[in-house]
């Protein structure tokens, strides 16, 4: 059976090019335009990993998400993508502990990632 | 060109070398920064040597063996915190003492590395420590500057700018590797979808450029009697076509001229906002009524519509940089997110006040008083 792909991201145009690369890897995509949507769609369905935006709603949308993804479904691999990292080397802070504690990203990836190296990520945390 | 010194301390002579052979020709650049940086490779076979040089040199980051033949490296990371160095620490340790990896870095080290490394690893995270070190340093001196805000203001202003070419890239490499197929008509919704986020660039740049003129031009305004009423008049003529693309009328109330000290350009600017949203934020078939009071001791702009609407909370955040509103019924339109914030900075330089009141699914109000003697 298909793997399914939660992607959540209010850039429309992202959302939708997301979705198209993660088919053509072969998997089930399901997309939400932001937090809120994608915490509903969350109460029925459990994907077999989430790739997130991190700023949607707020600056820290994605982080709230994967808190809550992860409390539900503590197996599902959460990958955040965020086009902050590479515009200014923001690297959120991991170290102190309060921070590393509640953001329960498995993975931080650029979002200009190419669409070989975002498959293989996405193979690796699913263990394909 | 900045150099960061980078203290080995290890007792192996080949893990300090081999540090040394792997950062000599590194550098790391990003685009924030205008230099690069590269590395000057300091050794100490112990940690008594090491503390001579923390001294001596103040490096800028210690990778740190812990097991030295005399004192120990926590004890190493223990001066180090207890100096208040401005120093980031790397403890390097083999797995079988990870978890005195884990209680270093509980104790102030900043990450550690397992050994052996390969270079690639010892790399990627001198890369890693290099931007955090290189970015806390730059907000420290910024916050003494009073830029933080300035680099706040940038940084999402990237984000801003780089979405739409990100979403325009990726529709550009899907009709290049003609994954719909040949037919150009396959692509009609992304040609658009790009041209649409083209359009929300321009807008923003136009919005920048209102903003750099409000920030440079202070207090340098042009003030002279101007006719509200007919800049409002100027404003709806403006934004005519915008309206009757989206099948919304828009009606200026006032007949009378009201005239007040101000610069045209400025007061154009203000309305120009607030009517194209009020507009945008429309439904199909919907009004807007826009208002020019003369008061005893205040003139007052008001911009009324029938549109959408927002919540009290979302009404809260409306005049921060960069805040839009997202919900499902804005999902489809595209703004800067600067025009009200930079509405509200013009009407500050009179003194006056912008309000807003909205009920959802009914409209929105937006009114702006200035205080006249």
């Known amino acids: 059976m298909k793997k399914t792909i939660l992607i ?11 979705k198209l690369k993660v088919e053509q890897f072969g998997f089930e995509a399901i997309t939400a335009e932001g937090q809120k949507e994608a915490e509903s769609i969350i109460e029925t369905v459990r994907p077999d990993l989430a790739i997130l935006d991190l700023m949607m709603e707020t600056d820290d949308s994605g982080f709230i998400l994967a808190y809550k993804i992860k409390r539900k479904y503590p197996e599902v691999p959460i990958i955040i993508a965020t086009a902050v990292t590479a515009e200014t080397g923001m690297t959120f802070d991991i170290n102190p ?10 993975l931080f990836l650029d979002k200009g990632i190419r669409a070989d190296q975002l498959q293989r990520e996405i193979n690796k945390l699913l263990k394909i | 060109m900045a150099e960061y010194k980078i203290l080995v301390v290890d007792d192996e002579m080949g893990i300090r070398m081999g540090t040394r052979r ?3 020709n590194f550098r790391v650049d990003y685009p ?3 230099e690069h940086i590269e590395f000057n490779v300091l050794e100490a ?7 001579e040089i923390i001294d001596r040199e103040m490096p800028d980051i210690i990778l740190l063996d812990n097991k030295l033949p005399g004192i120990q490296g926590v004890e190493v990371l223990e001066y180090v915190k207890k100096n208040l160095y401005d120093i980031v620490v790397v403890m390097i340790t083999s797995y079988a003492s990870l978890e005195l990896a884990v209680k270093a870095t509980r104790d102030g080290a900043y990450d550690f590395i397992p050994k052996p490394f390969t270079p690639q690893e010892l790399r990627s995270s001198i890369e890693n420590i290099t931007k955090q070190l290189f970015l806390k340093r730059m907000t420290q001196k910024m916050n003494k500057e009073g830029k933080l805000i300035r680099f706040q203001f940038l940084r999402v202003l990237s984000h801003e700018l780089k979405a739409p070419i990100n979403a325009i890239e990726g529709y550009l490499k899907i009709m290049h590797e003609k994954q719909f197929g040949d037919k150009i008509d396959s692509y009609t919704e992304m040609i658009d979808r790009s041209l649409e986020r083209i359009n929300g660039m321009r807008g923003l740049i136009m919005d920048l450029l209102d903003l750099t003129k409000i920030e440079s031009g202070k207090p340098v305004q042009n003030l002279e009697k101007v006719d509200l009423t007919k800049i409002a008049g100027i404003s709806i003529d403006t934004n005519r076509p915008y309206a009757i693309q989206k099948d919304v009328d828009v009606y200026l109330n006032t007949r009378e001229p009201v005239f007040m000290e101000a610069d045209p350009k400025e007061i154009e600017i203000i309305l ?4 194209s949203n009020a507009v945008k934020y429309n439904h199909q078939g919907g009004r807007v009524d826009v208002f020019v009071n003369q008061e005893k001791h205040r003139i007052s702009l008001q911009v009324s519509d029938t549109g959408i609407g927002m919540t009290e909370e979302e009404s809260s955040r409306l005049f921060q940089d960069f805040v839009r509103i997202k919900n499902p019924k804005t999902k489809h339109i595209t703004g800067s997110g600067l025009g009200l914030s930079i509405a509200k900075k013009i009407v500050e330089m009179y003194h006056g006040d912008i309000e807003v009141t909205s009920i959802p699914d009914k409209g929105t109000t937006f009114t702006v008083v200035f205080p006249v003697e």
């Open chain 2, 22 to 24: 792997i950062l000599q």
């Open chain 1, 97 to 106: 502990d309060e921070n590393s504690q509640w953001i329960k990203a498995d």
């Open chain 2, 45 to 51: 076979p112990t940690g008594e040597d090491a503390i």
């Open chain 2, 272 to 275: 120009n906002n607030l009517i």
């Open chain 2, 32 to 34: 924030f920064m205008d």
């Open chain 1, 8 to 18: 959540v991201d209010d850039d429309m145009d992202y959302l939708f090019q997301m």
